[in-house]
């Protein structure tokens, strides 16, 4: 079974500071990796997603995300946050064979002006 | 052209009551799912169905039937509500099996509130 931990589940940052959000996964099988974002009172929206080949994705809004196999890990980042950012990320991980998407339990992003 | 719509968006009702809420997609996809969405933002699978037949049925009460009339539509009917169904509710579909890879889309959400 497939599982994802994201630490802090509330993120504040700077308006043009780095965005870095930490994603790690569990998975028996090689992983399908993805970022959603939610933003208030809407459904998930993909950001990225990572399923063979390069290892740095890269999204819509400015956003990328490195996998990391060694460090079964990835993490979410963007250069420069911007006000219309501040939202709820999750990571979700599926694994071949296995049809669940399991989700993280999201990070909240407040962006501070 | 809404990809994933669901309706209602809102819900209101009090316990024991029995309700549904509809989901359609206009993708074309084969698989559809529900998920429900805690007060803390805990998204969990409840149900996923492929080509209209049900895959993935979760430890979700039997209060909770979902129903698939073709491949385009995926309803969730609730019986004798309970407190502890007050949730946002998701639809999502994609076009093939999360264990291909595939990403989901995601309906708006039906936020249930049970009095």
């Known amino acids: 079974a497939q599982s994802v931990t994201q630490l802090g589940s509330h993120v504040s940052v700077s308006e043009g500071a780095l965005v870095l959000l930490r994603c790690n996964y569990s998975?028996?099988?090689?992983?399908?990796l993805f970022w959603y974002v939610q933003y208030p009172n809407q459904g998930l929206q993909l950001l990225l997603k990572?399923?063979?080949?390069?290892?740095l994705v890269k999204g819509i809004n400015g956003f990328e995300a490195e996998f990391k196999k060694s460090e079964t890990s990835f993490h979410l980042t963007k250069p420069s946050a911007h006000m219309s950012d501040a939202a709820e990320y999750f990571c979700?991980?599926?694994?071949?064979?296995?049809?669940?998407?399991?989700f993280g339990k999201g990070n909240q992003v407040v962006v501070i002006p | 052209d809404t990809a994933v719509s669901q309706t209602p968006k809102y819900l209101v009702t009090q316990m024991g009551n029995d309700k549904s809420i509809k989901c359609e997609q206009n993708?074309?996809?084969?698989?559809m799912y529900w998920y429900k969405q805690d007060s803390k933002k805990f998204l969990k699978i409840m149900f996923s169905y492929n080509n209209k037949e049900l895959i993935i049925n979760e430890t979700v009460p039997n209060r909770f039937s979902p129903k698939s009339p073709d491949k385009a539509h995926l309803n969730l009917h609730i019986n004798s509500l309970e407190l502890g169904d007050s949730a946002v509710y998701f639809c999502?579909?994609?076009?093939?099996?999360?264990?291909?890879?595939?990403?989901?889309?995601f309906g708006p959400g039906t936020r249930l509130t049970v009095t």
């Open positions: 999502a579909s994609s076009q093939g099996l999360a264990g291909g890879g595939y990403e989901q889309y």
């Open positions: 998975s028996s099988v090689p992983p399908y």
């Open positions: 979700a991980v599926s694994g071949r064979g296995n049809n669940r998407l399991a």
């Open positions: 993708l074309g996809h084969d698989t």
């Open positions: 990572y399923t063979t080949g390069a290892t």
